[in-house]
């Protein structure tokens, strides 16, 4: 079982509907969460964090994050053309010195 | 305020060559971790020095080492190329062990 799973796509979503990206992870004893959003041939830029069960909302995301099944979410609004990228989910192992465990990736394509 | 700065962004290095890679954190954070990402992968964990010390290592040879200098900034040297560490580098900067992390530019290496 990978440590942190996610479906890798094509998210097919037209525009300025909701795009839905789910993840999995192993480690129960996992204390932090990062959305990374990766477009095609440059590195991957945060954009959210999430600690504690529950949402946390900032702008068009939301991420959400249920401890107890393992999986954290990220939801866009809205969806833009310029949300076309791939969505990276990392996971932060306690006790393994900010060692950041990622997904494979799932790469979200916004249609006009 | 300057983000991530890693140098160089492309390099072409031959089998068996020793390459060097550097990075220079945002200011104020003490924190640095290196990350190999292959195409279609998420990055993978390789090393993370927190005050210039190494506070964790990923599952990678012998022949990738790194260290963090007085002002922060950091090196990743890898010896004995080989065709597979063809891969972007990423470096990736923290205020602490466990908190975000914000990734540079990252270098692509490409070893013929």
């Known amino acids: 079982q990978k440590e942190v799973e996610q479906n890798s796509g094509p998210l097919s979503v037209p525009e300025g509907a909701i795009a839905s990206l789910n993840c999995t992870y192993s480690?129960?004893?996992?204390?932090?969460f990062f959305w990374y959003r990766q477009y095609s041939g440059k590195s991957p830029e945060l954009i959210m964090s999430?600690?504690?069960?529950g949402d946390k909302e900032d702008g068009r995301f939301t991420a959400q994050l249920n401890k107890a099944s393992q999986y954290v979410s990220l939801l866009i609004r809205d969806s833009q053309p310029s949300d076309s990228a791939t969505y990276l989910c990392?996971?932060?192992?306690?006790?393994?010195?900010?060692?950041?465990?990622f997904g494979t990736g799932t790469r979200l394509q916004v249609t006009l | 305020d300057a983000g991530v700065t890693q140098s160089p962004t492309h390099l072409i290095k031959t089998r068996g060559q020793h390459v060097t890679l550097r990075c220079s954190p945002i200011?104020?954070?003490?924190?640095v971790s290196w990350y190999q990402q292959v195409l279609g992968q998420g990055p993978q964990f390789i090393f993370q020095?927190?005050?210039?010390?190494?506070?964790g290592r990923g599952n990678f040879p012998d022949r990738f080492s790194a260290r963090q200098f007085p002002n922060y900034s950091s090196e990743l040297n890898v010896n004995a190329l080989l065709l597979g560490d063809s891969a972007l580098y990423l470096c990736?900067?923290?205020?602490?062990?466990?908190?975000?992390?914000?990734f540079g530019q990252g270098t692509r290496l490409t070893v013929v």
């Open positions: 990392a996971v932060n192992p306690r006790g393994t010195a900010s060692k950041l465990t």
């Open positions: 999430i600690y504690s069960n």
């Open positions: 990736a900067s923290s205020p602490g062990t466990d908190r975000e992390a914000f």
């Open positions: 480690d129960r004893v996992s204390q932090s």
């Open positions: 020095y927190y005050e210039k010390e190494e506070r």
């Open positions: 200011s104020g954070h003490k924190s």
